[in-house]
């Protein structure tokens, strides 16, 4: 047929139509385009058009996608060339004619399936001639596609950005990570799409409700073949060569199955692959990587934690009704939900976890956000979970010599702190815990909690809402301050104040402790403790000033743990405990990085990294690697000479700018005290002024 209509070859224009479909940085040879936007081809013949044109007018083209395309369920279309265009359907028009060649308007509509895509072109009674493949993503700027974005630069955010920054530590010491979802490396849209094709219901990849939860499923599956964090040193030391810079490296390990295993010690690297451009963000659909510090995980819904400790202010055991994360790390998306009722459009939570249901999508909940915040529990089975997270109570008990059990009277932990991601245009911190919940205290944060609690006691969920309360005639009050971050191999003061509000004297006992916990509340080993008898005189308040410092500690805390310092306080005479504590992050040296702000492309800038070494021992075995898309075009690696306590390391290096706007560099440094500290510096890279 090809030589019946004298076609010489069809371009499909990579570089013209990615650039409109704002995929050009995916590729500019392959053809990937959005939907619901219409691209452009160009067929060229080898005679002069008119010769040809009694065929042209039987001429259609048909698109196909997935092993079996049918036009029944949406993976095939067949659509003829005319002089209108369908804005609703498979359509092409005639956009300009030459003597040897057409140009062709091709419109995809907004609730296309997406995938990887045939264009053929076939005269009536003739064999279709395959003219070429494009792949075809979801759009955000189109307003007919579920996942349309109408902020341009939230577009350009939770789409195009590929700097990302993943936020942990502690809520009084909120810590950044930079992150990369390379979500336009070369092989990104071939994983992502690799990845989806695991599910076989190609007819609903037009769906981003379907593939947002297919994706969630299938990496919640995939982290089965990560390995625990090994627990002896050796082991540990060759993890720590595994870096985790980014999204592309560990999908790509997990779905070829290649080179080392990864090693998962920190939730947020899930979330991160989750929400990779690889995945969500390469397809189409905005996402964000979301952190609640102080969430309750575990508690199948309920409203209140238990937490145990010993008399000596020791964790001891845990609580059937769940646990306190230090932080966790989920991921939003962003879309409508035509099949819930108003109301429910925006961001979404992507919940992978137990099964809800049978098949791989039974594996993965999609939750409105505002079902969390108004606490609309009959909506999905996960809103139950996603609201105790950020809403739930914890009750403290101290476990006594004798086995008994005895509820402190402890400053009740407000769950669901600084829930945070990455704000748009640039790498501040945005809150949006204003989101998700209420302000505390106020009357809708009471009228939601009283409306859940009495939903799940109808239902016979919750045995248990409220903690009980604790009175007391003889009472005794605690405060507990301290910084929210510790030196590495350094000290901080803690102060402890004791109130006695009555008449009479008391005799007390203090027990103070420290304790490495992993970001997900698990205890990762007891580091220091001490006790103290005290007597408090009548309406006293003493307070108790003290410092600790590192080498109290009975060995160092774990890599990527932080301190839990608690302090139980008991009357002599009366069986009330009182009981503080505080969750400390772990601070490292800091890499200080020094270049200017703004540069121009394809022209050599300088730039310097250095680093204070506040600790009491050598830094030695020291490597700087230095990496940043657009700016250096291989890593660089230099091993650099050992840092000797309080003296400074500095090194600077040469490289040249090769991409036009915000680019990010990053530093990172490995040495024998700790691996993996990292620091970041954006850049904006500008074009060359043309001579005049």
Known sequence: MGQALGIKSCDFQAARNNEEHHTKDISSRRLIVRRGQPFSIRLHFGAPVHTFLPALKKVALITQTGEQPSEANGTQATFPISSLGDQKWWSAMVEGTDAQSWTISVTTPSDAVIGHYSLLLQVSGRKPRLLGQFTLLFNPWVRGDAVFLENEAQRREYVLNQNGLIYLGTADCIQEACWDFGQFEDDAMDLSLGLLSMDKQVEDWSNPVHVTRVVGALLHALKKKVLPTPQTQAAQEGSLLNKRRGSVPILRQWLTDQGRPVYADQAWVSAAVACTGRVLRCLG????????????????????????????????????????????TSTECWMTRPALPQGYDGWQILY?????????LGACDLVPVRAVKEGTLGLTPAVSDLFAAINASCMVWKCCEDGTLELTNSNTKYVGNNISTKGVGSDRCEDITQNYKYPEGSLQEKEVLERVQKERMEHEEDSEIHPPSLETSDPLYLFLETPGSLPLGGDVQLSVTLVNPSDQEKEVQLAIAVQAMYYNGILAAQLWKKQLSLTLSANLVRTITTSLSSSYFERSPPENSFLRLTVMATHSTSSLSCFAQKDIAICRPRL????????????????????????????KDCIISILGRGLIHREMRYR????????????????????????????????NMFQNLTNYK???????????
Not at 315 to 320: A, I, R, S, T
Not at 645 to 653: I, K, M, N
Not at 664 to 669: G, P
Request: glycine content about 12%; charged content about 15%; proline content about 6%.
């Open 682 to 692: 954006s850049v904006t890279v500008v074009a060359p002024e043309l001579a005049a």
């Open 352 to 360: 992978p976890g137990a099964p809800i249901g049978g098949g791989v």
């Open 285 to 328: 659909i905005p996402a964000r990587v979301v952190t609640t510090f102080a969430s309750a995980q575990g508690t199948g819904g309920g409203l209140l934690v238990d937490e145990y400790y010993n008399e000596e202010g020791l964790q001891n055991g845990e609580g059937k009704r769940g646990r306190i994360w230090i932080f966790q």
């Open 592 to 619: 200080v990085i020094k270049m200017p702000e703004a540069a121009e492309q394809y022209q050599p800038l300088k730039a310097s990294v250095s680093i204070y070494n506040s600790l009491d021992a050598t830094m």
């Open 640 to 671: 650099l000479s050992s840092v000797r306590p309080g003296s400074t390391l500095c090194t600077q290096f040469r490289f040249t700018p090769t991409k036009v706007g915000l680019q990010r560099l990053t530093v990172e440094m490995d040495c």
